[in-house]
């Protein structure tokens, strides 16, 4: 049990457009949902906390107006990264809660050219 | 605020052998969970093994088996009969269940299991 899956895998995207990331849990309902960047060999670094049925909470630093979080129902939640430059670049996981457990999803790999 | 350190950026063991992994948490709360996340060369976050920090006894998970020090703040890592296939980076993270479930994670630790 407790399974997130995460879509695209990897995504190429010219620089200037906008490209959607939806995680979603398969098996259990999250009320709430954690949106990551990694980069490589680095740690997981948190960039917003994706609540259903309200508005994502940034940490400091995320531009809210460029990484934009919706979490409509209790097994989804999208981050779609808004007018897209290199330096967006990178690893993002999402990670669902389940009785005080986070689950992964297998992340998504976004270049930007 | 919470933090963890991780001291040890990488570690490699031979096959069959034991490892630990050392991990440090600085907390003022009282009740808390610990977890170790192990990431392969996939990049899949997979959970290892989870401690609350009201329960005295260490948690273990077959091969798995944490050292928990309540005192020192500490939450080691063993891994008994090393596999090849726990060559990955292992997160060590925190988790204040009154701070909305985040974790914070460790640095991490590569290890490589050598044959």
């Known amino acids: 049990g407790a399974v997130v899956s995460q879509h695209p895998s990897w995504v190429i995207c010219k620089s200037g457009t906008s490209v959607k990331i939806e995680c979603r849990s398969l098996?259990?309902?999250?009320?709430?949902m954690f949106w990551y960047r990694q980069f490589p060999k680095q740690s997981l670094m948190l960039m917003a906390t994706?609540?259903?049925?309200?508005?994502?909470?940034?940490e400091q630093g995320v531009e809210k107006d460029k990484f934009l979080i919706n979490h409509a129902s209790l097994t989804l939640s999208t981050l779609t990264v808004t007018s897209a430059h290199p330096e967006d670049s990178s690893f993002y996981i999402c990670?669902?809660?389940?009785?005080?457990?986070?689950?992964f999803g297998p992340g998504t790999r976004l270049t930007v050219t | 605020a919470q933090t963890v350190t991780q001291s040890q950026p990488e570690m490699s063991v031979q096959e069959a052998e034991t490892v630990t992994l050392s991990c440090t948490y600085d907390?003022?709360?009282?009740?808390?969970?610990l977890f170790w996340y192990k990431q392969p060369p996939s990049r899949q976050m997979i959970l290892v093994i989870r401690?609350?920090?009201?329960?005295?006894q260490n948690a273990t998970e077959n091969r798995f088996s944490v050292n928990f020090q309540k005192a020192a703040k500490s939450f080691s890592l063993k891994i008994s009969d090393s596999q090849l296939g726990d060559t990955a980076m292992y997160f060590c993270?925190?988790?204040?269940?009154?701070?909305?479930?985040?974790?914070?994670f460790g640095t991490g630790t590569q290890l490589k299991v050598e044959l």
């Open positions: 990670g669902s809660v389940n009785s005080y457990e986070q689950y």
């Open positions: 098996d259990f309902q999250a009320t709430t």
């Open positions: 994706s609540n259903e049925g309200s508005k994502a909470t940034y």
């Open positions: 907390t003022s709360e009282n009740n808390y969970y």
């Open positions: 401690q609350e920090a009201y329960k005295q």
């Open positions: 993270a925190f988790m204040n269940p009154g701070g909305g479930n985040k974790l914070t």
